[in-house]
């Protein structure tokens, strides 16, 4: 997982993104200095954005940064998903797209601490609504005392140039509002193919997961935000794609894999007008 602080305090402007999948798109390696220059991203002697907009990509579930071939050199490789966004959503507009990105970065694998904590864990504490207070005490009691805890975690969300469109979180006098994640049939394909990658994550060897367990484990739900009607209309259009079966006959239900992520990523966006 990222660490509470690896933003370096910058946001994630989506149009930086789209030139470092540019950058792995080519298959081009080098060192953070090199890779700077290649693409535009602001890299100072010190810091700069370079470093963070890759963390933030990894933790998007965009792209995976192996060894490169020779020192220090970095290696960013596209993601299924990231393959998928590149070719069809390379800035990041699309609603779908910044939701997506959003939930993989509440993932507790390869996303952020403090995201986590706040959208996937922090439902059962500080619910749907909290204060900008609430929220940086939170963080504190987590992280220990530090210099704003919350950092740009909410400014992402309101600004245009990051994932302000999907109004994932909305904040007004202080106070956070969070939304459900839409329940769409055009969206379903793409629930399916997060699912099954949560499924292969983190249950690995295993065909048929109970809901709870699923639920317990990855805290996808939390970070959608739904309740238990929700759950039932998303799943029934989930189900509808045939790539996720649900058995119902049984308390807790029971999800049942169909396919491998690897092939329902490139549909995604088929359904989106």
Avoid at 111 to 135: P, Y
Avoid at 203 to 221: E, G, I, R
Avoid at 249 to 271: H, L, S, V
Wanted: hydrophobic share 40%; aromatic share 10%.
């Amino acid at each position: 997982m990222l660490p509470i602080n690896f933003h370096k305090t910058f946001i994630p402007e989506r149009w930086l993104i789209a030139a470092l999948l540019e950058y792995a798109a080519l298959g081009k390696e080098g060192t953070l200095q090199n890779m700077s220059e290649d693409t535009g991203i602001p890299m100072g002697k010190s810091s700069g954005k370079m470093p963070a907009i890759l963390d933030y990509c990894r933790g998007m579930g965009l792209i995976v940064v192996k060894p490169g071939s020779q020192k220090q050199y970095k290696k960013p490789i596209l993601t299924p998903l990231g393959e998928v966004v590149y070719l069809n959503d390379k800035f990041l507009g699309e609603t779908l797209t910044q939701w997506l990105v959003h939930m993989n970065l509440c993932r507790s694998d390869i996303g952020a601490k403090a995201w986590h904590e706040v959208f996937a864990k922090g439902r059962d504490v500080l619910g749907a609504s909290f204060s900008t207070e609430q929220l940086e005490n939170y963080l504190v009691s987590y992280f220990g005392n530090g210099k704003n805890r919350t950092g740009p975690l909410l400014n992402v969300y309101s600004d245009d140039a990051a994932l302000g469109r999907a109004k994932i979180l909305t904040v007004e006098e202080e106070v956070v509002t969070r939304n459900k994640a839409p329940i769409l049939s055009s969206w379903a394909v793409a629930y399916s193919a997060i699912i099954l990658e949560l499924l292969e994550a983190f249950f690995p060897d295993q065909t048929q997961v109970t809901l709870s367990d699923f639920a317990q484990k990855t805290h996808w739900l939390d970070v959608c935000l739904w309740q238990d009607t929700d759950i039932e209309t998303a799943f029934s259009l989930i189900e509808m794609k045939g790539f996720v079966a649900l058995d119902r006959q049984i308390r807790p239900w029971i999800i049942e894999k169909k396919a491998r992520p690897q092939k329902i990523w490139p549909q995604i966006f088929d359904d989106i007008a």
